[in-house]
């Protein structure tokens, strides 16, 4: 069974930083991309950050300079970290795995800027 379970989120002044993690487990990690999305009150989920099996990023232009996915196969885990964070960043983070139908996601970690 394949479970995502994130962490590290928390309340942040605007302009601090975060690390969130995401472990797994019940797949091969270091073959499969994995992605952040985040989901802001009275919107929808967005992708955020995404990072290949061999490690290549690709972020939303939202983050573009303050966030970075990365990896650590022998962990298991994704990473994100979130740097000069913004009001606007304000959410509950996800991580998902594109695996079967609709890809599995995390119960997700709450994260908030105050400004």
């Known amino acids: 069974q394949v479970q995502l379970v994130e962490s590290g989120g928390g309340l942040v002044q605007a302009g601090g930083s975060l690390r969130l993690s995401c472990a797994a487990s019940g797949i091969i990690f270091s073959y499969n991309a994995m992605g952040w999305y985040r989901q802001a009150p009275g919107k929808q989920r967005e992708l955020v950050a995404s990072?290949?099996?061999?490690?290549?990023?690709n972020n939303a232009d939202s983050v573009k300079g303050r966030f970075t996915a990365s990896r650590d196969n022998a962990k298991n885990t994704v990473y994100l970290q979130m740097n000069s964070l913004k009001p606007e960043d304000t959410g509950i983070y996800y991580c998902?795995?594109?695996?079967?139908?609709?890809?599995?996601w995390g119960q997700g970690t709450q994260v908030t800027v105050s400004s």
């Open positions: 998902h795995v594109p695996v079967g139908q609709a890809g599995i």
């Open positions: 990072i290949s099996a061999r490690g290549l990023t």
